[in-house]
Protein backbone atom coordinates (compact mmCIF):
# COMPACT_ATOMS: atom_id res chain seq x y z
CA UNK A 1 0.00 0.00 0.00
CA UNK A 2 1.43 3.33 -0.90
CA UNK A 3 1.86 5.60 1.69
CA UNK A 4 0.46 9.32 2.58
CA UNK A 5 4.44 9.92 3.12
CA UNK A 6 5.85 7.80 0.12
CA UNK A 7 7.66 11.10 -1.98
CA UNK A 8 10.64 10.91 0.01
CA UNK A 9 11.11 7.22 -0.45
CA UNK A 10 12.75 4.73 -2.97
CA UNK A 11 11.84 1.51 -1.04
CA UNK A 12 8.87 -0.25 0.48
CA UNK A 13 9.21 -0.19 4.29
CA UNK A 14 9.87 -3.54 5.64
CA UNK A 15 6.71 -6.02 6.39
CA UNK A 16 7.27 -6.17 10.16
CA UNK A 17 8.14 -2.68 10.41
CA UNK A 18 5.09 -1.74 8.72
CA UNK A 19 2.97 -3.61 11.12
CA UNK A 20 5.15 -2.66 14.14
CA UNK A 21 4.31 1.06 13.13
CA UNK A 22 1.04 0.80 12.10
CA UNK A 23 -2.13 1.83 14.81
CA UNK A 24 -5.13 0.96 12.58
CA UNK A 25 -5.92 -2.05 14.31
CA UNK A 26 -6.71 0.49 17.31
CA UNK A 27 -7.49 3.87 15.98
CA UNK A 28 -9.88 2.78 13.86
CA UNK A 29 -12.16 3.58 16.96
CA UNK A 30 -11.26 7.30 16.32
CA UNK A 31 -12.87 7.07 12.91
CA UNK A 32 -16.19 8.92 13.41
CA UNK A 33 -14.11 11.90 14.97
CA UNK A 34 -11.80 11.72 12.44
CA UNK A 35 -14.68 12.39 9.67
CA UNK A 36 -15.98 15.08 12.60
CA UNK A 37 -12.71 16.85 12.71
CA UNK A 38 -11.92 16.63 8.82
CA UNK A 39 -15.46 17.89 7.91
CA UNK A 40 -14.85 21.53 10.27
CA UNK A 41 -11.46 21.86 8.83
CA UNK A 42 -12.65 21.65 5.36
CA UNK A 43 -15.57 23.72 5.96
CA UNK A 44 -12.98 26.13 7.33
CA UNK A 45 -10.58 26.03 4.57
CA UNK A 46 -13.28 27.07 2.32
CA UNK A 47 -14.58 29.93 4.55
CA UNK A 48 -10.62 30.79 4.16
CA UNK A 49 -10.57 30.98 0.49
CA UNK A 50 -7.80 28.17 0.91
CA UNK A 51 -10.24 25.72 -1.31
CA UNK A 52 -13.49 26.39 -2.97
CA UNK A 53 -16.57 25.98 -1.74
CA UNK A 54 -17.06 23.42 -4.37
CA UNK A 55 -14.31 21.51 -3.31
CA UNK A 56 -15.48 21.86 -0.16
CA UNK A 57 -19.02 19.93 -0.82
CA UNK A 58 -17.15 17.54 -2.75
CA UNK A 59 -14.83 16.63 -0.02
CA UNK A 60 -17.96 16.89 2.55
CA UNK A 61 -20.22 14.52 0.70
CA UNK A 62 -17.18 12.54 0.19
CA UNK A 63 -16.49 12.30 4.08
CA UNK A 64 -20.36 11.41 4.36
CA UNK A 65 -20.45 8.61 1.94
CA UNK A 66 -17.19 7.34 3.61
CA UNK A 67 -19.01 7.10 7.26
CA UNK A 68 -22.39 6.03 5.34
CA UNK A 69 -20.67 3.17 4.01
CA UNK A 70 -18.14 2.09 6.94
CA UNK A 71 -21.42 2.21 9.34
CA UNK A 72 -23.39 0.07 7.01
CA UNK A 73 -20.30 -2.26 6.78
CA UNK A 74 -20.12 -1.55 3.17
CA UNK A 75 -16.87 -0.40 3.43
CA UNK A 76 -14.30 -1.65 6.35
CA UNK A 77 -11.28 -0.18 8.06
CA UNK A 78 -8.53 -2.66 7.34
CA UNK A 79 -4.98 -3.25 7.86
CA UNK A 80 -4.27 -2.05 4.78
CA UNK A 81 -4.13 1.51 5.80
CA UNK A 82 -1.13 2.73 8.49
CA UNK A 83 -4.18 4.62 10.24
CA UNK A 84 -7.39 5.91 10.68
CA UNK A 85 -6.15 9.04 8.82
CA UNK A 86 -4.52 7.45 5.64
CA UNK A 87 -8.00 5.25 5.73
CA UNK A 88 -9.97 8.22 5.33
CA UNK A 89 -7.55 10.14 2.72
CA UNK A 90 -6.88 7.33 0.57
CA UNK A 91 -10.65 6.34 0.47
CA UNK A 92 -11.52 9.96 -0.28
CA UNK A 93 -9.46 10.61 -2.90
CA UNK A 94 -10.41 7.32 -4.79
CA UNK A 95 -13.85 8.93 -4.34
CA UNK A 96 -14.30 11.74 -5.16
CA UNK A 97 -10.39 12.75 -7.07
CA UNK A 98 -8.90 15.25 -6.98
CA UNK A 99 -10.35 17.98 -4.50
CA UNK A 100 -9.57 14.76 -1.79
CA UNK A 101 -6.22 16.00 -2.12
CA UNK A 102 -7.01 19.18 -1.02
CA UNK A 103 -8.30 17.59 2.01
CA UNK A 104 -5.01 17.72 4.03
CA UNK A 105 -4.12 21.17 3.41
CA UNK A 106 -2.72 23.52 6.32
CA UNK A 107 -2.95 20.07 8.34
CA UNK A 108 -0.86 17.73 9.80
CA UNK A 109 -1.42 14.23 11.51
CA UNK A 110 0.01 15.51 14.28
CA UNK A 111 -2.78 18.05 15.06
CA UNK A 112 -5.27 15.64 13.71
CA UNK A 113 -4.53 12.96 15.81
CA UNK A 114 -4.49 15.47 19.01
CA UNK A 115 -7.73 16.62 17.79
CA UNK A 116 -9.58 13.19 17.02
CA UNK A 117 -8.49 12.20 20.76
CA UNK A 118 -9.86 14.69 22.68
CA UNK A 119 -13.12 14.73 20.33
CA UNK A 120 -12.96 11.02 21.78
CA UNK A 121 -12.04 11.48 24.75
CA UNK A 122 -14.74 14.52 25.23
CA UNK A 123 -17.35 12.28 24.65
CA UNK A 124 -16.27 9.59 26.86
CA UNK A 125 -15.83 11.90 29.80
CA UNK A 126 -19.67 12.91 28.77
CA UNK A 127 -20.20 9.05 29.15
CA UNK A 128 -18.59 8.58 32.04
CA UNK A 129 -20.44 11.24 34.02
CA UNK A 130 -24.09 10.18 32.99
CA UNK A 131 -22.55 6.50 34.21
CA UNK A 132 -21.56 8.60 37.58
CA UNK A 133 -24.85 10.00 38.14
CA UNK A 134 -26.85 6.81 37.50
CA UNK A 135 -24.87 5.28 40.39
CA UNK A 136 -25.48 8.07 42.46
CA UNK A 137 -29.23 7.61 41.65
CA UNK A 138 -29.04 3.79 42.57
CA UNK A 139 -26.97 5.08 46.14
CA UNK A 140 -29.52 7.80 47.03
CA UNK A 141 -32.62 5.17 46.43
CA UNK A 142 -30.83 2.57 49.13
CA UNK A 143 -29.74 5.69 51.55
CA UNK A 144 -33.44 7.03 51.23
CA UNK A 145 -35.28 3.60 52.23
CA UNK A 146 -32.23 2.62 54.97
CA UNK A 147 -31.93 5.35 57.21
CA UNK A 148 -33.21 3.27 60.24
CA UNK A 149 -31.07 0.13 59.36
CA UNK A 150 -28.92 -0.45 62.02
CA UNK A 151 -25.42 -1.82 61.59
CA UNK A 152 -21.71 -1.79 62.93
CA UNK A 153 -19.64 0.90 62.02
CA UNK A 154 -15.87 -0.35 61.98
CA UNK A 155 -12.03 1.20 62.23
CA UNK A 156 -9.13 -1.68 61.51
CA UNK A 157 -12.50 -3.84 60.35
CA UNK A 158 -13.42 -4.33 64.24
CA UNK A 159 -16.74 -2.80 65.24
CA UNK A 160 -16.40 0.18 66.80
CA UNK A 161 -19.83 2.71 66.73
CA UNK A 162 -23.43 1.74 65.60
CA UNK A 163 -24.35 3.70 62.04
CA UNK A 164 -27.05 3.07 59.29
CA UNK A 165 -26.33 1.65 55.96
CA UNK A 166 -27.55 4.97 54.77
CA UNK A 167 -25.23 6.72 56.66
CA UNK A 168 -22.49 4.39 55.46
CA UNK A 169 -23.58 4.43 51.34
CA UNK A 170 -23.83 8.37 52.27
CA UNK A 171 -19.96 8.18 52.58
CA UNK A 172 -19.63 6.22 48.52
CA UNK A 173 -21.85 9.02 47.58
CA UNK A 174 -19.59 11.63 49.02
CA UNK A 175 -16.58 9.61 46.79
CA UNK A 176 -18.62 9.12 43.73
CA UNK A 177 -19.96 13.34 43.82
CA UNK A 178 -15.74 13.84 43.90
CA UNK A 179 -15.69 11.89 40.88
CA UNK A 180 -18.16 13.53 38.99
CA UNK A 181 -16.78 16.92 39.72
CA UNK A 182 -13.27 15.62 38.85
CA UNK A 183 -14.59 14.45 35.28
CA UNK A 184 -15.98 18.02 35.18
CA UNK A 185 -13.14 19.59 35.92
CA UNK A 186 -10.88 17.80 33.67
CA UNK A 187 -13.63 18.12 30.81
CA UNK A 188 -13.00 21.75 31.17
CA UNK A 189 -9.86 22.01 31.61
CA UNK A 190 -9.32 19.51 28.39
CA UNK A 191 -12.01 21.44 25.96
CA UNK A 192 -9.64 23.27 23.68
CA UNK A 193 -9.23 22.67 19.89
CA UNK A 194 -5.41 21.64 18.81
CA UNK A 195 -6.93 21.65 15.00
CA UNK A 196 -4.52 24.43 13.37
CA UNK A 197 -1.26 23.89 15.36
CA UNK A 198 -0.23 21.66 11.42
CA UNK A 199 3.24 19.58 13.07
CA UNK A 200 4.55 21.53 15.67
CA UNK A 201 4.57 25.57 14.41
CA UNK A 202 1.43 26.13 13.23
CA UNK A 203 0.85 26.79 8.91
CA UNK A 204 1.24 29.41 6.94
CA UNK A 205 -2.34 29.25 5.48
CA UNK A 206 -4.43 32.13 7.23
CA UNK A 207 -6.33 29.40 8.96
CA UNK A 208 -9.51 30.30 11.09
CA UNK A 209 -8.78 28.68 14.59
CA UNK A 210 -11.28 30.03 16.03
CA UNK A 211 -14.36 28.79 13.70
CA UNK A 212 -13.06 25.47 13.80
CA UNK A 213 -12.66 25.31 17.97
CA UNK A 214 -16.79 27.12 17.59
CA UNK A 215 -17.60 24.44 15.58
CA UNK A 216 -16.66 21.52 17.06
CA UNK A 217 -18.11 22.69 20.20
CA UNK A 218 -14.66 23.59 21.79
CA UNK A 219 -14.09 26.56 24.33
CA UNK A 220 -11.01 28.50 22.09
CA UNK A 221 -8.41 27.26 20.18
CA UNK A 222 -5.34 25.78 22.50
CA UNK A 223 -2.68 28.66 22.52
CA UNK A 224 0.26 27.26 21.83
CA UNK A 225 1.22 24.94 18.46
CA UNK A 226 4.42 22.97 19.66
CA UNK A 227 2.56 22.26 22.97
CA UNK A 228 -1.26 21.39 20.91
CA UNK A 229 0.95 18.13 19.67
CA UNK A 230 2.61 17.29 22.58
CA UNK A 231 0.10 17.42 25.20
CA UNK A 232 -1.10 14.40 26.27
CA UNK A 233 -1.80 15.82 29.77
CA UNK A 234 -5.61 15.76 29.78
CA UNK A 235 -5.59 11.82 29.23
CA UNK A 236 -3.03 11.61 31.72
CA UNK A 237 -5.71 13.47 33.88
CA UNK A 238 -9.00 11.52 32.93
CA UNK A 239 -6.78 7.71 33.70
CA UNK A 240 -6.08 9.36 36.93
CA UNK A 241 -9.95 10.21 37.42
CA UNK A 242 -10.57 6.88 36.24
CA UNK A 243 -8.06 5.06 38.53
CA UNK A 244 -9.32 6.98 41.28
CA UNK A 245 -12.99 5.86 40.67
CA UNK A 246 -11.46 2.55 39.81
CA UNK A 247 -10.11 2.65 43.63
CA UNK A 248 -13.39 3.69 45.02
CA UNK A 249 -15.48 0.99 43.36
CA UNK A 250 -13.02 -1.63 44.76
CA UNK A 251 -13.30 -0.66 47.89
CA UNK A 252 -16.99 -0.83 47.67
CA UNK A 253 -16.61 -4.27 46.16
CA UNK A 254 -14.29 -5.21 48.90
CA UNK A 255 -17.25 -4.40 51.48
CA UNK A 256 -19.93 -6.50 49.45
CA UNK A 257 -17.73 -9.18 49.29
CA UNK A 258 -17.15 -8.90 52.94
CA UNK A 259 -20.53 -8.40 53.35
CA UNK A 260 -21.97 -11.45 51.38
CA UNK A 261 -19.64 -14.05 53.02
CA UNK A 262 -21.13 -16.63 54.95
CA UNK A 263 -19.47 -14.96 58.14
CA UNK A 264 -21.34 -11.72 57.86
CA UNK A 265 -24.53 -12.01 55.10
CA UNK A 266 -25.17 -8.63 55.51
CA UNK A 267 -26.50 -8.76 51.89
CA UNK A 268 -27.17 -10.78 49.21
CA UNK A 269 -26.32 -10.71 45.53
CA UNK A 270 -28.90 -11.21 43.23
CA UNK A 271 -28.27 -14.33 41.43
CA UNK A 272 -28.19 -12.42 37.92
CA UNK A 273 -25.17 -11.31 39.19
CA UNK A 274 -22.88 -14.30 40.91
CA UNK A 275 -21.68 -17.02 39.98
CA UNK A 276 -21.75 -20.65 41.19
CA UNK A 277 -18.69 -23.35 41.06
CA UNK A 278 -17.97 -26.01 39.00
CA UNK A 279 -17.46 -28.45 41.77
CA UNK A 280 -18.95 -27.27 45.02
CA UNK A 281 -22.75 -26.88 44.54
CA UNK A 282 -23.16 -24.57 47.41
CA UNK A 283 -21.57 -21.76 46.20
CA UNK A 284 -22.45 -18.58 45.40
CA UNK A 285 -19.76 -16.30 44.63
CA UNK A 286 -19.29 -12.56 44.10
CA UNK A 287 -17.60 -12.78 40.54
CA UNK A 288 -18.74 -9.35 39.81
CA UNK A 289 -17.09 -7.68 42.72
CA UNK A 290 -14.10 -9.21 43.04
CA UNK A 291 -13.57 -8.92 38.58
CA UNK A 292 -13.94 -5.36 39.58
CA UNK A 293 -11.60 -4.73 42.15
CA UNK A 294 -9.31 -7.04 40.05
CA UNK A 295 -9.70 -4.50 36.95
CA UNK A 296 -8.95 -1.59 39.02
CA UNK A 297 -5.05 -2.78 38.31
CA UNK A 298 -5.34 -2.57 35.02
CA UNK A 299 -6.82 1.10 34.84
CA UNK A 300 -3.72 2.29 37.52
CA UNK A 301 -1.70 0.06 34.55
CA UNK A 302 -2.71 2.54 31.80
CA UNK A 303 -2.28 5.58 34.18
CA UNK A 304 1.41 4.69 34.66
CA UNK A 305 2.10 3.34 31.42
CA UNK A 306 1.32 6.83 30.05
CA UNK A 307 3.39 8.99 32.20
CA UNK A 308 6.18 6.92 31.95
CA UNK A 309 6.19 7.15 28.25
CA UNK A 310 5.53 10.68 28.69
CA UNK A 311 8.35 11.60 30.70
CA UNK A 312 11.29 11.38 28.65
CA UNK A 313 9.95 13.35 25.17
CA UNK A 314 11.63 16.20 24.08
CA UNK A 315 9.25 18.55 22.17
CA UNK A 316 7.32 18.42 20.36
CA UNK A 317 5.03 14.83 18.62
CA UNK A 318 6.95 11.84 19.11
CA UNK A 319 5.85 8.81 18.15
CA UNK A 320 6.29 7.11 21.60
CA UNK A 321 3.03 9.22 21.67
CA UNK A 322 0.96 6.51 19.92
CA UNK A 323 1.39 4.08 22.87
CA UNK A 324 -1.54 6.56 24.47
CA UNK A 325 -4.53 4.79 22.52
CA UNK A 326 -4.33 1.04 23.54
CA UNK A 327 -4.13 1.82 26.93
CA UNK A 328 -6.65 4.73 27.22
CA UNK A 329 -9.19 2.77 25.47
CA UNK A 330 -8.67 -0.35 27.40
CA UNK A 331 -8.80 2.32 30.47
CA UNK A 332 -12.16 3.64 29.14
CA UNK A 333 -14.05 0.52 28.50
CA UNK A 334 -12.85 -1.25 31.95
CA UNK A 335 -14.04 1.89 33.75
CA UNK A 336 -17.39 1.70 31.94
CA UNK A 337 -17.90 -1.65 32.62
CA UNK A 338 -17.17 -1.98 36.24
CA UNK A 339 -19.15 1.15 36.26
CA UNK A 340 -22.57 -0.07 34.85
CA UNK A 341 -22.49 -3.60 36.17
CA UNK A 342 -21.63 -2.25 39.58
CA UNK A 343 -24.66 -0.18 39.53
CA UNK A 344 -27.11 -2.77 38.31
CA UNK A 345 -25.64 -5.03 41.19
CA UNK A 346 -25.84 -2.36 43.74
CA UNK A 347 -29.93 -2.06 42.37
CA UNK A 348 -30.44 -5.57 43.26
CA UNK A 349 -28.77 -6.10 46.36
CA UNK A 350 -30.80 -7.29 49.37
CA UNK A 351 -29.94 -6.65 52.77
CA UNK A 352 -30.24 -8.80 55.59
CA UNK A 353 -31.18 -6.31 58.13
CA UNK A 354 -32.05 -8.10 61.15
CA UNK A 355 -28.60 -10.02 61.14
CA UNK A 356 -26.89 -6.32 60.54
CA UNK A 357 -28.95 -4.71 63.62
CA UNK A 358 -27.97 -7.92 65.67
CA UNK A 359 -24.17 -7.29 64.50
CA UNK A 360 -24.00 -3.53 65.72
CA UNK A 361 -25.86 -4.29 69.13
CA UNK A 362 -22.74 -7.19 69.70
CA UNK A 363 -19.50 -6.15 69.94
CA UNK A 364 -19.72 -3.34 72.25
CA UNK A 365 -20.10 -0.97 69.87
CA UNK A 366 -22.34 1.33 72.29
CA UNK A 367 -19.51 1.39 75.05
CA UNK A 368 -18.62 4.77 73.86
CA UNK A 369 -21.98 5.87 74.68
CA UNK A 370 -22.14 4.00 78.00
CA UNK A 371 -18.77 6.16 78.91
CA UNK A 372 -20.77 9.74 77.52
CA UNK A 373 -23.45 8.44 79.98
CA UNK A 374 -21.56 8.35 82.54
CA UNK A 375 -19.68 11.81 81.58
CA UNK A 376 -23.29 12.69 81.76
CA UNK A 377 -23.72 12.10 85.05
CA UNK A 378 -20.77 14.30 86.11
CA UNK A 379 -17.87 11.32 85.38
CA UNK A 380 -14.81 12.79 83.71
CA UNK A 381 -14.24 11.45 80.88
CA UNK A 382 -10.98 9.57 81.00
CA UNK A 383 -12.48 7.96 84.19
CA UNK A 384 -15.82 7.15 82.22
CA UNK A 385 -13.49 5.34 79.89
CA UNK A 386 -11.95 3.40 82.52
CA UNK A 387 -14.74 2.11 83.98
CA UNK A 388 -16.79 1.16 80.60
CA UNK A 389 -13.32 -0.67 79.92
CA UNK A 390 -13.99 -2.43 83.54
CA UNK A 391 -17.46 -3.40 82.22
CA UNK A 392 -16.25 -4.77 79.34
CA UNK A 393 -13.83 -7.08 80.60
CA UNK A 394 -16.46 -8.57 83.35
CA UNK A 395 -19.01 -8.85 80.04
CA UNK A 396 -16.06 -10.33 78.11
CA UNK A 397 -15.63 -12.99 80.55
CA UNK A 398 -19.71 -13.69 80.70
CA UNK A 399 -20.63 -13.44 77.47
CA UNK A 400 -22.91 -10.44 77.29
CA UNK A 401 -23.53 -6.97 75.97
CA UNK A 402 -23.66 -4.12 78.37
CA UNK A 403 -26.75 -3.94 77.67
CA UNK A 404 -27.77 -7.27 78.89
CA UNK A 405 -26.17 -6.66 82.68
CA UNK A 406 -28.56 -5.98 85.36
CA UNK A 407 -28.50 -2.99 87.08
CA UNK A 408 -27.10 -4.64 90.03
CA UNK A 409 -24.61 -5.76 87.88
CA UNK A 410 -23.27 -2.28 86.59
CA UNK A 411 -23.59 -0.49 89.74
CA UNK A 412 -20.78 -2.76 91.52
CA UNK A 413 -18.31 -1.66 89.15
CA UNK A 414 -19.46 2.36 89.04
CA UNK A 415 -22.92 3.78 91.26
CA UNK A 416 -23.39 6.37 88.80
CA UNK A 417 -25.30 3.69 86.30
CA UNK A 418 -29.25 4.27 86.95
CA UNK A 419 -31.89 2.91 85.13
CA UNK A 420 -32.05 5.32 82.23
CA UNK A 421 -28.36 3.93 80.99
CA UNK A 422 -30.10 1.07 79.33
CA UNK A 423 -32.40 3.46 76.58
CA UNK A 424 -28.96 5.94 76.70
CA UNK A 425 -27.12 3.16 74.96
CA UNK A 426 -29.94 1.50 72.85
CA UNK A 427 -28.94 1.45 69.18
CA UNK A 428 -31.53 3.71 68.11
CA UNK A 429 -30.16 6.32 70.73
CA UNK A 430 -26.71 5.96 69.79
CA UNK A 431 -27.58 6.60 66.22
CA UNK A 432 -29.65 9.22 67.17
CA UNK A 433 -28.33 11.47 69.34
CA UNK A 434 -25.49 11.49 66.78
CA UNK A 435 -26.86 15.09 65.60
CA UNK A 436 -23.22 16.18 64.19
CA UNK A 437 -23.26 17.57 60.80
CA UNK A 438 -22.39 14.42 58.65
CA UNK A 439 -23.46 12.43 61.31
CA UNK A 440 -25.47 9.27 61.18
CA UNK A 441 -28.71 10.49 63.08
CA UNK A 442 -32.12 10.51 60.97
CA UNK A 443 -32.84 13.90 61.32
CA UNK A 444 -29.07 14.43 60.05
CA UNK A 445 -29.75 12.10 57.34
CA UNK A 446 -33.04 13.30 55.74
CA UNK A 447 -31.33 16.95 55.56
CA UNK A 448 -28.50 14.99 53.69
CA UNK A 449 -30.57 13.28 51.56
CA UNK A 450 -32.27 16.15 50.25
CA UNK A 451 -29.23 17.93 49.51
CA UNK A 452 -28.32 14.97 47.66
CA UNK A 453 -31.28 15.06 45.79
CA UNK A 454 -30.63 18.39 44.79
CA UNK A 455 -27.47 17.86 43.50
CA UNK A 456 -28.38 14.32 41.37
CA UNK A 457 -31.57 16.33 39.97
CA UNK A 458 -28.95 19.79 38.64
CA UNK A 459 -26.53 17.04 37.13
N1 LIG B 1 -0.93 7.18 14.62
C1 LIG B 1 -0.26 8.36 15.03
C2 LIG B 1 -0.49 8.59 16.54
O1 LIG B 1 -1.36 8.01 17.05
C3 LIG B 1 -0.79 9.54 14.26
C4 LIG B 1 0.17 10.67 14.15
C5 LIG B 1 1.26 10.34 13.21
N2 LIG B 1 2.18 11.41 13.09
C6 LIG B 1 3.41 11.23 12.64
N3 LIG B 1 4.17 12.28 12.60
N4 LIG B 1 3.85 10.07 12.28
O2 LIG B 1 0.22 9.30 17.17
Redesign the pocket.
Known amino acids: MAQLWGGRFTKETDKKAYDFNA?IGF?KRLFHDDIEGSKAHVMMLAKCGIITDEEKDSIISGLDGIKADVDSGKLSITSEY??V?SFVEANLIDRIGDAGKKMHTGR???D??ALD?RLYCRRNISEMRLRIKKLLECLLNVIENNTDTYMPGFTHLQKAQPVTLAHHFAAYFEMFKRDYGRLCDIFDRMNYCPLGAG?LAGTTYPLDRDMVAKELGFTAPTANSMDSVSDRDYLIEYLSALSIIMMHLSRFCEEIIIWNSNEYRFVNIDDAFSTGSSIMPQKKNPDIAELTRGKTGRVYGALMSLLTTMKGLPLA?N?D??E??EVAFDAMDTAGDCLDLFTAMVATLTFNKDIMAESAQKGFTNATDAADYLVGKGVPFRDAHGIIGQIVIYCDTNSKSIEDCTLDELQKISLYFDNDIYDAISLKTCVDKRLTKGGPAETVMREYIASARDFVGKI
Open positions: SDEDHSRNQVMAYKMQDK
